[in-house]
């Protein structure tokens, strides 16, 4: 291998693999335990693996990722644009959406990683919170900040940053083309869940590119 490639390709040690090697395994349990004690359970194998591969994603790249270090003004900045882009990308995403039918509180117990979802619906909005997307588009968010804090420090970080944040748009871009807007009806179906194979392909691409820091 190139000593180049060779520098910013991830190693994994013993004790790496041991750790996610037990994470993996929860996850296997849990969601065997949901099909063994649930009712309504989904026939897609896959309904059970794309909120995992979301949430060990976004782990994996926030644990990975170190911000730079800048002055507290860029810091707040890239704070504030985290956030505005968890805001966006969270309406297109379904965590949330401006109208509601005022039924209050609900939760939906859901496959593992889906759910269990808290719902608020009130008359002007409606809260959605699938726990994969808010672990996902959370990392997103965090993801976009720290590459904002690397855009500051360097003209080549801040080309790299430009480029990676192309992909900022693309799970908001996704997420609206298949017109999966998370609403509470849809809590109760998952028969759409080929569309989350595209959503979830461009998410892990994503995270990919927000994480790969070749200046460093």
């Known amino acids: 291998m190139h000593p180049t490639i060779e520098r910013h390709v ?8 041991l750790r996610w090697g037990a994470v993996v395994n929860a996850e296997v349990l849990v969601t065997l335990a949901y099909v ?7 026939t897609d194998p896959l309904t059970y693996v794309y909120p995992w591969v979301w949430v060990n994603v976004a782990l994996w790249a926030v644990l990975r990722v170190r911000p730079t270090s800048t002055s507290r003004r860029v810091r707040w900045a890239a704070a504030a644009v985290g956030v ?7 309406y297109a995403g379904g965590l949330y959406h401006l109208s509601g039918a005022g039924l209050g509180f609900s939760m939906h117990w859901l496959p593992p990683g889906w759910g269990p979802a808290p719902v608020y619906s009130a008359s002007a909005f409606t809260v959605v919170l699938m726990p994969f997307k ?5 990392a997103l968010a965090y993801l976009v900040a720290v590459t904002v804090r690397d855009a500051s420090a360097s003209a080549l970080s801040g080309v790299v940053g430009l480029v990676s944040c192309v992909s900022c748009t693309w799970p908001v871009l996704a997420t609206l083309a298949t ?15 080929r569309a989350y ?13 927000l994480t790969w820091r070749p200046t460093r």
């Open 84 to 90: 505005a882009y968890f805001a966006l990308v969270g």
């Open 36 to 42: 063994l004690l649930s009712p309504n359970v989904p």
């Open 134 to 138: 808010v672990v996902g588009y959370a």
């Open 197 to 209: 194979g595209v959503s979830t392909a461009v998410f892990v691409v994503s995270v990919l590119a």
């Open 179 to 193: 017109g999966l807007f998370g609403s509470a009806s849809a809590l109760s179906s998952l028969a759409m869940t």
């Open 10 to 17: 991830p190693t994994l040690d013993a004790a790496t693999l």
